[in-house]
Nanobody, 123 residues
Framework: QVQLVESGGGLVQAGGSRRLSCAAS????????MGWFRQAPGKEREFVAA????????YYPDSVKGRFTISRDNAKNTVYLQMSSLKPEDTAVYYC????????????????WGQGTQVTVSS
């Protein structure tokens, strides 16, 4: 069992930066691939980033590639999402998620979810 708690959301101006954190409980954090997803009102949950269990591989959709960076610190049981050059269309609730094995861009493949943190980008 893994419990995830996101933090770091808030209001940011367009062009600004924000770092989200996701703290995980459990002693097997390092065996999970981690993902970040976001969901805006009236839209489906969208893949934002993923990182392998070791942190050696990362994955992004084109919509955030070059602007967002996912990283993890297995010693601290924490995964991060550094967001820069933020746009109003990045406004959403951001969720971190965990799954055993390899990463996936589908939210249905993740077993554990945090409660989400709101990021609002003003124009």
């Amino acid at each position: 069992q893994v419990q995830l708690v996101e933090s770091g959301g808030g209001l940011v101006q367009a062009g600004g930066s924000r770092r989200l954190s996701c703290a995980a409980s459990g002693r097997t954090f390092s065996s999970y691939a981690m993902g970040w997803f976001r969901q805006a009102p009236g839209k489906e949950r969208e893949f934002v980033a993923a990182i392998s269990w070791s942190g050696g591989s990362t994955y992004y959709p084109d919509s955030v590639k070059g602007r967002f960076t996912i990283s993890r610190d297995n010693a601290k049981n924490t995964v991060y999402l550094q967001m820069s050059s933020l746009k109003p269309e990045d406004t959403a609730v951001y969720y971190c998620a965990a799954r055993r094995g390899t990463w996936s861009r589908s939210p249905y493949d993740y077993n554990y979810w945090g409660q989400g943190t709101q990021v609002t980008v003003s124009s």
